[in-house]
């Protein structure tokens, strides 16, 4: 269900110094690093590569939303969940699209929940 996790950090590379030293035991590794809005990304993995941990610069100020990933099974499930949320009347961040910046065949939604975190439904084709 849950695809990848993102956290708004004070300093991006103090925080991953931190979690590649403290947690190298379970395999925490960089996987990528690339600009982002505000300042640099960089996407962690465990042994398998795959970044599933991305620390990002703050941005919002005061409450610091989640960004929360759920793994979806195609990209017409993409396409449906950008649907339900229009017709729901929820704020779209980004309309479904690729995401080559992430990795070829990223495909993504990405929309606020209630609570003001940015929520996003991915597939990926490799």
């Given at each position: 269900m849950l695809d990848h996790l993102a956290l708004q950090v004070a300093d991006v590379d103090g925080?991953?110094?931190?979690?590649t030293t403290v947690f190298a035991s379970l395999g925490v590794r960089e996987?990528?690093?690339f600009p982002g809005q505000g300042g640099?990304?960089?996407?962690?993995?465990?042994?398998?590569?795959?970044?599933?941990l991305w620390l990002?610069?703050?941005?919002?100020?005061g409450d610091r939303p989640v960004h929360l990933a759920l793994t979806a099974p195609s990209r017409e499930a993409v396409d449906a969940v950008h649907s339900a949320a229009v017709?729901?009347?929820?704020?779209?961040?980004?309309?479904?699209?690729?995401w080559?910046?992430?990795?070829?065949g990223?495909?993504?939604?990405?929309?606020r929940d209630p609570d003001g975190?940015?929520?996003?439904?991915v597939h990926h084709t490799f």
């Open positions: 925080t991953a110094g931190f979690y996987a990528m690093r640099t990304v960089v996407g962690l993995s465990g042994p398998d590569g795959f970044p599933k990002g610069p703050l941005v919002d100020r017709a729901a009347g929820t704020e779209i961040l980004h309309a479904p699209r690729l080559p910046e992430y990795h070829p990223y495909y993504g939604v990405f929309l975190n940015n929520v996003e439904a």
